[in-house]
């Protein structure tokens, strides 16, 4: 461990029992921060946070601290082995550490009443960010300080307002909460990069896991599987995400999914049920499974299932809105499309019945396998999707009938096209079809269609028969639906040439995220895309 020495400004390695007693910083990362180089270079008197670096300094040595530990400038993140060590390192620490002090640069002293409404301290932003949480829970002793370095308190006497401000209702006694109640006090808070919001986490629920940069949202499914091999605890499948419909793994795609997952609690009704893991078919569970009245979101009757948690809600919000003694349920079923098991977005409360206690005691268990998608093919709901009409339009094509199929809020416009909200996509049969045809022989006819299942867009081109129907166009898409599941592209052979379509992914000017559907004539008769 390299700790920085207090008066002398100097660096220092130790290691074991040789690590002398320290302070350590909590800050957020600014501009011009005094990196590990800068202090070997003797860059940092000349920077702008060298004023944090020296005020840390001189507080420890108020303090009767020779060393303090500082990740700007301790921390040589040109090795990428040291910065696993020290990521995987962190929470412990803090933990270790004398005394942490929470620096918070947007905070000043003479803001008078911290605990007012709209308070500077209140509002800091060192209370959005994903590394300090672990910094406020690991140490026992945290001061806070303002930017001037005047100590606004402890977390000895600060506990009540920040437990209002955090949502963690004993920041003492953090170890006792579930999964689902850590990951809900993570849920709000942010990272300069997407990975850390899963890294910052490791120490707090006591896993380790290298470092992969580059990785975006699958470092958070990763932590999710090392939490799920060590800690035994059905609440990490405890959250909900209102806009994934249709299918989706029993793993949340980000922490955002886990913001209300406070309002729940452990409580053990199946305590003999097998250990949750991760196989090559998915994520293996063994649920007393409770056939469900629940709207059906994979268009099929009998497949729907309640799955009990041992999880309860606690008691602000149970007494409010429901049975005291309701138990949380996934809702599980099998999809038409790919014959899978998925769960649906939502938990369920289910009251317990001697029946269900019955099953429960007898041990009436089924074992299913629940495939985990990617976090990319989980959002894939977010967003619009456009089709563009005139590259059809310029080579003699025409719209003649456009429809959807439980899909509001879609658009046309001539000239332009068409848009959808991906988000009114669902497993229950939405399509959206457009059907062209040739202004030279109007018998010539095909249908785009669009769709979604297993949480996948997909599109497809159907060429007719003379006297097929629109409707009788799409009602055979469904009878093939197992076949186009997943399709981005296809061609097809059409009127001496070929259609070929394409489902492209980008965003519009302000960051939305949205896809787009090039369809187009090739007098050639190329196939770009041939189905197989």
Known sequence: ???????????????????????????????AEVTFQDLKDEKGPGMKGWGKITGCCTQAVLDGWEYVWIDSCCIDKSSSAELSEAINSMFAWYKQSKVCYAYLSDVNSTNGDHEAPNSQFRRSK?????????????????DFFSKDWKWIGGKSNLGALLSGITRITDVWNYEAASVAQKMSWASARQTTRIEDRAYSLLGLFGVHMAPLYGEAENAFLRLQLEILS?????????????????????????????????????????????????????????????????????????????????????????INTHDPQALIALHLYVSKVDKNWHRHSILVPVSITEEIRRNIANESRRIIYVPQLSPSDERVSDGDISVATKLLSDRGFEVIGQN??????????????????????????????????????????????????????WIDLMIPEASESIREIVDSVDESSRIVIGRDRISRSFFHGSINARVYTGTESNGTPNKSVDVGFDPEGNLRWPVK
Not at 289 to 312: E, H, K, M, R, Y
């Open 230 to 318: 060590k800690i035994d605890d059905d609440l990490i499948f405890a959250w909900e995400g209102g806009h994934l419909y249709g299918t989706s793994g029993l793993l949340a795609p980000s922490p955002n999914y886990f913001y209300d997952s406070h309002i729940y609690t452990r409580v053990i009704v199946d305590g003999s049920r097998p250990h949750h893991s991760m196989t090559g078919k998915g994520v293996c569970v063994q649920f007393a499974l409770i056939p469900s009245s629940q709207d059906d979101p994979a268009g099929v009757d009998g497949t729907n299932f309640l799955a009990l948690l041992n999880c309860t809600y606690n008691d602000s919000r149970a």
């Open 1 to 31: 461990m390299r700790l920085l020495h207090a008066s002398k400004l100097t660096l220092h390695e130790f290691f074991g029992s040789k690590i002398p007693s320290y302070a350590i910083l909590s800050h957020r990362w600014e501009d």
């Open 126 to 142: 060192w209370f959005t960010r994903g590394w300090t949480l672990q910094e406020l829970l690991a140490p026992e002793y945290v």
């Open 404 to 457: 959807t199929r439980n899909i509001p809020g879609s658009w046309y416009r001539p000239g332009q096209g068409f848009r959808y909200t991906l988000d009114k996509f669902d497993e229950n049969g939405s399509r959206a079809w457009i059907t062209f045809r040739s202004r030279e022989e109007w018998s010539q006819r095909f249908t785009l269609v669009l769709g979604v299942s297993s949480n996948r867009l």
